[in-house]
Antibody
């Protein structure tokens, strides 16, 4: 089964750091671009970041640029999102998504919740 | 990176058709045929319904169709069914200058 499984979410204090992971299975992970998308519960989807298949190209939304770092380990079929200097505005469900066809997101993980609060 | 503009809500009766618009700019929707549409039921992850503006992934009902005119993309759902009630989001590549993507604010579809 093709799937993405996020982990690493939780409660963190403002100014703190967290690293999310996304484990891929059922497909050739190293062949695909992967993105992070977040969603405040009850609100809309927001694109966060993307990385190319070999990890040499990354892009970020302005709201996270300089604070978040996307990376991947193709040997472990795993995507990461290092999040630093977190604020309440970063509180959201974070989804790992595969860029599978026509620059569209065809596979979504179940999401991991990040809560930034004191 | 301004969000694409979608109506907050649309509604229709079973069997009817509805259209959801998604308005961007000449830098995103207007410049690329890379608009995608997602359906999200409460508590679930989004599901890809349309890619490259008008193409349906395998397994998606042909009641869902997409189109684009200028800076506005549209999703049409025909023959409305109760299970179509959900939130719908558009998304577009925002251009090679930024290399980013942008979503719309989402539209709640209610089947009356």
């Amino acid at each position: 089964e093709v799937q993405l499984v996020e982990s690493g979410g939780g409660l963190v204090q403002p100014g703190g750091s967290l690293r999310l992971s996304c484990a891929a299975s059922g497909f050739t992970f190293s062949s695909y671009w992967i993105h992070w998308v977040r969603q405040v519960p009850g609100k809309g989807l927001v694109w966060v970041s993307r990385i190319n298949s070999d990890g040499s190209f990354t892009r970020y939304a302005d709201s996270v640029k300089g604070r978040f770092t996307i990376s991947r380990d193709n040997a472990k079929n795993t995507l990461y999102l290092q999040m630093n200097s977190l604020s309440a505005d970063d509180t959201a469900i974070y989804y790992c998504v595969r860029d599978g066809i026509g620059s569209a997101f065809d596979i979504w993980g179940q999401g991991t919740m990040v809560t930034v609060s004191s | 990176q301004s969000a694409l503009t979608q109506p907050a809500s649309v509604s229709g009766s079973p069997g009817q058709s509805i259209t959801i618009s998604c308005t961007g700019t000449s830098s995103d929707v207007g410049s690329y045929n890379l608009v995608s549409w997602y359906q999200q039921h409460p508590g679930k992850a989004p599901k890809l319904m349309i890619y490259e503006g008008s193409k349906r992934p395998s397994g998606v009902s042909n009641r869902f169709s997409g189109s684009k005119s200028g800076n506005t993309a549209s999703l049409t759902v025909s023959g409305l069914q109760a299970e179509d009630e959900a939130d719908y989001y558009c998304c577009s590549y925002a251009g090679s200058t930024t290399g980013t993507f942008v979503f719309g604010g989402g539209t709640k579809l209610t089947v009356l």
